[in-house]
């Protein structure tokens, strides 16, 4: 673990945004009572003290150069992310909104609301349009666990392999490749949670700045949120989030574990979508191809995901671990919890792989 002044900016800026998602959570449920899933919203707030806590225990080089891409990470996170959010209003205000007032009025959570009832109408009607809107969002859920194994190939095989930029820059690639996505994760989740913030300020009704939000992403989010998410805060968040504690484990199972809550809950969501035809449980949307597709591609996303990240494991070790994945995956759907899935996922997924790893 490491405490100093670069890591202690990132650990206040993490515990006032829980505190502030807190804030928005209890006046959501206030508001909304029977729309706002308070219980999912406590476990987020959850993670992001989590995060928090853990945030200094990523970094494992105190030398110079570990302090210098410590400062540059407290940078981007706590400076440069604040920045782009406050440039990105900034614009929508002086180029949209003061030129053209009337946006103000049109911009708001009833008109979106309005739209968002139109385009499911319009999904109701014709089935093509629920899968392609579902396979927008799962699509979306991917690109994390893509981002994170794209990095980590990039630090460890191209940055310190081929160009030797390691012996340079004084850190191995895989304390450059640990750089590098925690940097982008802690980066996303605050863009993500900004945009969470305006999206949601309909709740202050004199001091809104839900007309501040960008048209292509409030057209985007027609298209990509459920109508139960319309009073929550977005998936993105929690979904990376979710990987944060499992981060220390062997990258073979975190990966596995990553993609197990993307492509195995997409596989789940678009075959029961397109082939599903037996509900369980019968007053669930669930079906039994969802459950059969889930469970099997997230075996096999965990045994390519371990013999890849994982090479001396052998066999045996690599079934059982992706069995233990994917059975866990299948059970956490049959349960259905009221905590979402996103959340669930990995974080029980990585555990119980996480065990089999270190005790078989």
Avoid at 13 to 35: R, T
Avoid at 170 to 179: P, V, W
Wanted: glycine share 4%.
């Amino acid at each position: 673990m490491i405490i100093n002044f670069f890591t202690v900016p990132v650990i206040l800026f993490y515990i006032v945004n829980g505190f502030l998602y807190l804030f928005y959570a209890i006046k959501l449920k206030k508001n909304f009572q029977n729309e706002h899933n308070i219980l999912n919203s406590s476990v987020v707030i959850f993670l992001w003290f989590l995060a928090a806590l853990l945030y200094p225990f990523f970094f494992r080089d105190d030398s110079i150069h570990g302090k210098f891409f410590q400062s540059l990470a407290m940078q981007i996170i706590c400076i440069y992310a604040s920045l782009l959010v406050f440039f990105i209003l900034f614009l929508q205000y002086e180029f949209k909104i003061r030129k053209h007032p009337e946006l103000k009025s049109e911009r708001t959570m009833e008109s979106f609301l309005e739209k968002f009832n139109d385009y499911t109408k319009l999904q109701e009607k014709n089935a093509s349009h629920s899968f392609k809107t579902d396979f927008h969002r799962k699509i979306f859920h991917i690109i994390p666990a893509c981002v994170i194994i794209g990095l980590w190939f990039f630090a460890t095989d191209v940055w310190a392999d081929i160009y030797h930029a390691d012996l340079i820059w004084g850190i191995s690639g895989e304390d450059y490749a640990i750089f590098l996505i925690i940097t982008v994760g802690y980066t996303a989740i605050i863009i993500f949670a900004a945009l969470d913030y305006i999206r949601l300020s309909y709740i202050f009704k004199k001091r809104t700045i839900f007309h501040l939000l960008p048209q292509c992403l409030s057209n985007f989010l027609i298209r990509t949120v459920k109508k139960s998410e319309l009073r929550d805060f977005t998936k993105p968040v929690a979904l990376i989030l979710s990987y944060v504690p499992i981060f220390f484990l062997p990258m073979g199972v975190f990966t596995a574990s990553a993609l197990i809550a993307s492509i195995g809950d997409g596989m789940a969501s678009l075959m029961g979508i397109k082939f599903g035809k037996r509900n369980f449980p019968k007053n669930s949307c669930k079906t039994i191809v969802g459950y059969v597709a889930g469970t099997v591609s997230s075996f096999i996303v965990s045994i390519i995901s371990l013999m890849i990240f994982e090479p001396t494991l052998n066999i045996n070790k690599i079934f059982l671990i992706a069995i233990g994945g994917s059975l866990t995956y299948l059970l956490i759907d049959i349960l259905s919890f009221k905590i979402d899935d996103n959340i669930l996922n990995p974080i029980f997924c990585g555990f119980v792989m996480g065990l089999l790893y270190y005790i078989l």
